[in-house]
Nanobody
Framework: VQLQASGGGLVQTGGSLRLSCAAS?????GGWFRQAPGKEREFVAA????????YYADDVKGRFTISRDNAKNTVYLQMNGLRPEDTAVYYC???????????????WGQGTQVTVSS
């Protein structure tokens, strides 16, 4: 399985970005994680590629939304109401179990930088 994350950029507080994770190969579960400088990688959202069940970290719930384009094998993370504390490198991951724990995922994309200015 190969994952390609894209869509990051620089936005102002309150702005929006949509991240994409294009996947090749078979997978059941996926996740979005992020890592800010000097911090550990943290859970953002998890999903099933077949569309049944999305899960969000408490601090993004209501602001971030997962959607899918099955024809393109791509999952999107729509991020609204962005805050400076959302600044991080965002990674998509794939594996066999939906989890909020990074090491439960077997495959990782290369990461895309999201920077939110105040």
């Amino acid at each position: 399985v190969q994952l390609q994350a894209s869509g990051g950029g620089l936005v102002q507080t309150g702005g929006s970005l949509r991240l994409s994770c294009a996947a090749s190969g078979r997978r059941h579960a996926g996740g979005w994680f992020r890592q800010a400088p000097g911090k550990e990688r943290e859970f953002v959202a998890a999903f099933r590629w077949n569309g049944y069940g999305d899960y969000y970290a408490d601090d993004v719930k209501g602001r971030f939304t997962i959607s899918r384009d099955n024809a393109k094998n791509t999952v999107y993370l729509q991020m609204n109401g962005l805050r400076p504390e959302d600044t991080a490198v965002y990674y998509c991951a794939a594996g066999s179990v939906v989890s909020d724990v990074a090491n439960r995922y077997d495959y990782w994309g290369q990461g895309t930088q999201v920077t939110v200015s105040s």
